[in-house]
């Protein structure tokens, strides 16, 4: 089985299509790296929040040094708070999802003051990203690259069999004493062992890019957050590679379905082209059929691939969990590998 791994390897890296796309994907994760110091993002009078960690709180004619703008945050949070703890104690009505909001900025500001964090990540209560570093900012759009990966794999995968058969490569391999579905594992294997070391050396790269972009201090930072009444603190790798790794199961439904395709009907470019619709179209379809309220949108594939957001309770369907999203996906997947395998090992070629 290495030896077939190792040969499709060979195989795969003299393409000059695989070598354009790894170049491709190099590139994207050098521009994210760098992309907030292109002059329209140094214009202060474009921001309309001021996220430099350079800037600084004028108070009273005096710059406040960082210990004083995080106390400060922390009485004004907390003012906020104790104002509609009193209105709610009055008998005045208050919403009650805008009292808990207030009590959690109140937790997330003492919680930074208490622990002098330099570099922070919140979220407000729309969902946005709440930071003072780019670092921080740029890592949170990393996810990003997962997109441009699932392409990469969608074009690998529809072509690593279809290939075989329209050059015709495929009669050399078959007349080898390896069964057919040995040698389709060995294809699949290849992939997938592709699409991990892919998947870490961007996380590895985009880490280290950022570093030499914005320095490594903020690296250190947390993302601060409430979980049951309690403010607690991830360090932001820690968060950052989770949201890495939520968003990396798109790319290998894609891959996997690319690879049935490609097994079946023998065409890369039939394989390629309805990998990349359902890659770019599937999540508008659930979209919108959410949106209509119908819910047997949820059994798609695509529905479930957002694990990032179901895990973090907004999911595009009422009562869609985590556990059900894993279930859908891992039914898929085992669907198109049987798919796969039936096209290649009982087919006449």
Request: charged residues 15%; proline residues 3%.
């Amino acid at each position: 089985m290495f030896k077939l791994i190792r040969n499709e390897y060979s195989k795969l890296f003299t393409r000059r299509t695989t070598q354009i796309l790894l170049v491709l994907l190099l590139l994207a994760a050098i521009g994210l790296a760098f992309f907030f110091h292109l002059p329209l993002f140094n214009d202060n009078s474009y921001e309309t929040v001021d996220i430099s960690a350079e800037s600084a709180v004028e108070e009273a004619g005096e710059i406040q040094s960082p210990e004083d703008m995080r106390h400060q945050n922390t009485e004004n949070a907390r003012l906020a708070y104790s104002d509609l703890q009193a209105q709610a104690e009055s008998g005045t009505p208050v919403d009650p999802s805008q009292l808990e909001t207030a009590r959690n900025d109140f937790l997330i500001a003492q919680y930074i003051e208490n622990h002098q964090l330099d570099a922070t990540l919140t979220f407000d209560e729309y969902g946005n990203n709440v930071t003072d570093s780019r670092l921080i900012l740029t890592l949170c759009q990393a996810p990003m690259l997962i997109t441009l990966l699932a392409l990469v794999m969608i074009v690998v995968a529809g072509g690593i069999t279809a290939n075989e058969f329209s050059q015709g490569t495929v009669k050399f391999l078959l007349i080898n004493p390896v069964r057919r579905g040995k040698i389709l594992w060995s294809k699949f294997l290849c992939c997938l062992s592709l699409l991990i070391a892919l998947f870490f050396l961007l996380f590895g790269l985009e880490v280290v890019l950022l570093g030499f972009s914005y320095g490594f201090s903020d690296l250190a930072g947390q993302y601060v957050h409430v979980v049951g009444g309690t403010a607690v603190g991830t360090p932001i790798l820690v968060y950052s590679f989770q949201q890495f790794l939520l968003s990396g199961i798109s790319p290998l439904l894609m891959m996997t379905m690319a690879f049935a395709i490609s097994s079946l009907f023998r065409s890369s470019a039939l394989s390629i082209a309805l990998g990349l619709g359902g890659l770019l179209g599937g999540s508008m379809i659930t979209q919108i059929l959410a949106e209509m309220g119908v819910d047997g949108g949820r059994y798609l594939p695509f529905s479930n691939t957002d694990l990032a957001s179901i895990a973090a309770g907004t999911p595009l369907f009422p009562n869609q969990t985590l556990t059900f999203a894993v279930v859908v996906l891992l039914v898929y997947m085992g669907l198109f590998l049987l798919i796969a395998y039936d096209g290649f090992t009982q087919r006449e070629v």
